[in-house]
């Protein structure tokens, strides 16, 4: 098993990685699959009208996450990590006030938000609770093309056909040098290797890729992380959506700041900075800002705010170290993915926010100097306290009760590599087991509380 750095961590846009970021890219692989002509009836018709429809949690927070403007901007062409969000409303305002989508490449699709872009709150699709279909007609209405996609979390975006080739496909040794599938088979192959957890996971990476593009791409992720968190601490005023739900960072860091400068310590500071790093980037995201995955964009905050802790408050932090952070937290974030998931939809928040913390706790303890097993540790006591956790956002925006959660988190992970790094790694639960753990609960959980909006803080902070 093995799953790249950059596609854990990939750039993009707000609000939601599976609601926003992965239709948009599932209308782009529409789009290539219209260019290609390579499907039934190409050479009788031309596509002239295209439609699509959400489903599932799609269709409950899709509004409040933005999946329909992403459609739209999608069909348009515009992808998650290119496009600028500064011009998303007057590519959207045009489709609909013209009916039409140009995309580059190809000739223009009549799309007429209003009729063919529906909310299919009846009809969930079977693969997975994120489900979106897309049709393409012909001049006379006559269907030409029909593909469903799944949005499975973190902006991976799959097809049915795809979906159903995962689920039957018998596992496979990937073709990396360190090619773990759970943390038990990652653990052993550092006692049998004498290396780290991110040097392995480099060897990894550098199978396929230079040691300069590896790292090259690296301080590109951190770099965007690095601007999320200032935009988000330099920004004012009331986030979109209908909430009224203020920016807060920018006040908590003038605070901060102002005491830094006196040279006040307090008891919480520690606390304050986790929280404040973390919640500049969830205000960025809710604004539809560009962020990271990581590993999707309702838990962006975590990974940045403890990494940006690491650099202000301890002397090893450099270029290397940093590097280190995100290639462990990444081995993390791709043994939960693999053996669970980070879908909310699939499985609550405790797989956003609960693998960002978990991904966090590793690298932090890897970069202060954690054994590996240290560092599984710190993994595991991080994804521990977040079972259970529902998702629940109010309105179906990534604002209440996102944004602080993810300040939640970054404190968790702080807590979970300190206590990881206070003992020799041996400890009762292994990582392999919360992760499975969290995988039957949120099986077990009730889709009410999975990101459809329709229990918990979303039904009773609307009804007060």
């Known amino acids: 098993m093995f799953l790249s750095i950059f596609d854990v961590f990939k750039i993009g846009i707000g609000p939601s990685s599976s609601h926003t970021m992965g239709p948009m890219t599932a209308a782009n692989r529409f789009l290539d699959e219209l260019k290609s ?262 838990a962006a905050g975590v990974i940045p705010a403890v990494l940006r802790y690491f650099i202000k408050f301890d002397a090893r932090a450099n270029s290397s170290t940093i590097r280190d952070y995100l290639l462990t937290a990444a081995a993390i974030g791709g043994i939960i993915k693999h053996n669970a998931s980070i879908s909310g939809a699939e499985v609550g928040c405790q797989g956003e926010v609960g693998s960002a913390s978990a991904m966090a706790a590793a690298g932090l303890c890897a970069v202060m100097g954690g054994t590996p097993t240290q560092v599984e540790n710190a993994a595991e006591i991080a994804l521990e306290h977040h079972l259970g956790m529902t998702c629940d956002p109010v309105a179906g925006l990534v604002q209440i009760p996102c944004i602080e959660r993810n300040a939640f988190g970054a404190v968790k992970a702080v807590t979970a590599a300190s206590l990881a790094l206070k003992g020799d790694g041996t400890h009762a639960v292994p990582l392999d087991a919360c992760i499975e753990t969290m995988r039957q609960t949120g099986m077990d959980m009730s889709e009410r509380y999975k990101e459809t909006s329709l229990a918990g803080l979303a039904v009773n902070v609307v009804a007060c």
């Open 37 to 298: 002509g390579d499907w039934p009836r190409a050479a009788r018709a031309r596509p002239a009208a295209l439609t699509a429809s959400l489903h599932g949690s799609l269709a409950f927070t899709g509004i409040g996450h933005g999946t329909g403007r992403a459609v739209i901007l999608g069909l348009c062409g515009e992808n998650p990590r290119q496009i600028d969000p500064d011009t998303m409303d007057a590519k959207i305002a045009q489709v609909e006030a013209t009916g039409m989508v140009h995309p580059p490449g190809h000739a223009a699709y009549r799309f007429l938000p209003t009729r063919d872009l529906v909310f299919d709150k009846r009809n969930p699709l079977p693969g997975h609770p994120n489900g979106l279909q897309f049709t393409a007609l012909d001049t006379d209405g006559q269907l030409l093309l029909r593909r469903i996609y799944y949005s499975i979390g973190g902006g991976f975006v799959v097809t049915d056909a795809e979906l159903e080739a995962v689920k039957v496909a018998s596992p496979a040794q990937a073709d990396v040098p360190y090619p773990f599938a759970h943390a038990k088979d990652m653990l052993a192959m550092a006692a049998s290797s004498g290396l780290s957890i991110a040097a392995m996971k480099r060897a990894n990476e550098e199978a396929s890729r230079s040691r300069k593009t590896l790292d090259d791409g690296i301080d590109e992720i951190w770099s965007v992380m690095a601007a999320c968190i200032d935009r988000g601490l330099g920004q004012a005023g009331i986030m979109p959506g209908g909430l009224n739900v203020k920016r807060r960072a920018k006040a908590i860091v003038a605070q901060l700041d102002a005491q830094w400068q006196r040279n006040e310590i307090t008891p919480l500071m520690a606390n304050d900075w986790l929280s404040v790093y973390a919640m500049a980037v969830n205000e960025e995201n809710a604004a539809g800002g560009r962020v990271v995955t990581a590993p999707t964009n309702g």
